[in-house]
């Protein structure tokens, strides 16, 4: 008897230090990929006098926005083992449907701007729908949704871009001040919000919980008496909401929503997830990590044609940049096994 106590103990024990070791590495991780941010952020503003000025540094935050804002809900969906396709061209018909919405319908600014946010949701809720119920493995049902949502785009808006010039405030949501006397994009502040709303839900509430836990031990989760399909639906419907919003945000930045506008987001966005520490097999990361991903990739883009690099140079780097951070989540995967 006293034998098996003193084993539960023990395995208490390692569970916790266990614990206590992922906690600190995960904060190494940020630390990491903060650290490579200042020293990206050094070298351009040694290499170049036009990098390091308040203008150019508005323009990073504002370039980051649309990255950072799609990232943030496929933080949830990597965390869950999953992956989202389908966000860069789901974002452009969000965008389409801005329009649709507001121009064609002529609904209220803040009516229409709620609409585009939910049909966003109405699209990850779809694949959410496809994976937990049909089985489909998530890279071939969002791929599926990402053709899907690109065809749609071109189809309702006639393959041409529908303006905002007859929307009063449309475009002020993104490029507009709300603080007086400073030029400071709302689009910052509105990322910044969604930012903190995401990692609250993240980390304190029972979707985050669940986030992790089926990240971690899908079947373990399901075995506790979980609804694990129920959840994944919550979690690709949840991150669909951000799709939405990304496309408020670009059309309102451009002026006008693009429906040839998408492609290669996707890509960009889980770059970002991945350099910010949450790793591809799931069960880890964080909202303050794909934040730093999300600045990291804007910096080097806007470096990089600062210093007149042509842009299938800038294409290299980036895709030289994920490729370490996939190669270091793998190795922080193997430590932790081992």
Known sequence: MTTVKTQQASTSDT????????????????LL?????????????????????????????FSTVVIGTLAI???????TGGIDLSIGTGMALCAVMSGVFLVDLGLPLP???????????????????????????????????MLVAEGLALVLSDSAPIYFNDVPGYVELSRGNLIPGVDFPNAVLILIAVAIIAS????????????????????????????????????????????????VLISARLGSAQPA?????????????????????????????????????????????????????QNVILGCV?????????MRKKDTSV
């Open 15 to 30: 569970g916790a230090t266990n614990g206590v070791q992922g906690m600190l590495k995960s904060r190494l991780q940020q």
């Open 33 to 61: 990929a903060f650290a490579s941010l200042i020293v990206i952020y050094a070298f351009f503003s040694i290499a170049s006098p036009y990098f390091f000025t308040y203008d150019n540094f508005t323009a990073i935050l």
């Open 73 to 79: 809900g496929t933080t949830f969906v990597i965390i």
């Open 111 to 145: 009516l229409g701007v709620l609409c585009a946010v939910l049909f966003g949701g109405l699209v990850g809720l779809v694949n959410g729908l496809n994976i937990a119920f049909l089985k489909i493995p998530p890279f071939i049902a969002t791929l599926a949704m």
């Open 200 to 247: 609250v839900l993240l980390t304190r509430s029972v979707l985050g919980r669940y986030t992790y836990s089926i990240g971690s031990n899908e079947e373990a989760t399901a075995l506790s008496g979980i609804d694990v399909r129920r959840w994944k639906i919550a979690v690709y419907a949840f991150a669909g909401l951000f799709i939405g919003l990304a496309g």
């Open 261 to 313: 506008t998408g492609m290669g987001y996707e890509l960009q966005a889980i770059a970002a997830v991945v350099i910010g520490g949450t790793s591809l097999s799931g069960g880890k990361g964080s909202i303050l990590g794909t934040l730093i991903g999300a600045l990291i990739i804007s910096v080097l883009n806007n470096g990089l044609q600062i210093m007149s690099i042509p842009q299938e140079w």
């Open 322 to 330: 994920i490729l370490v951070a996939v190669y270091a989540d793998r």
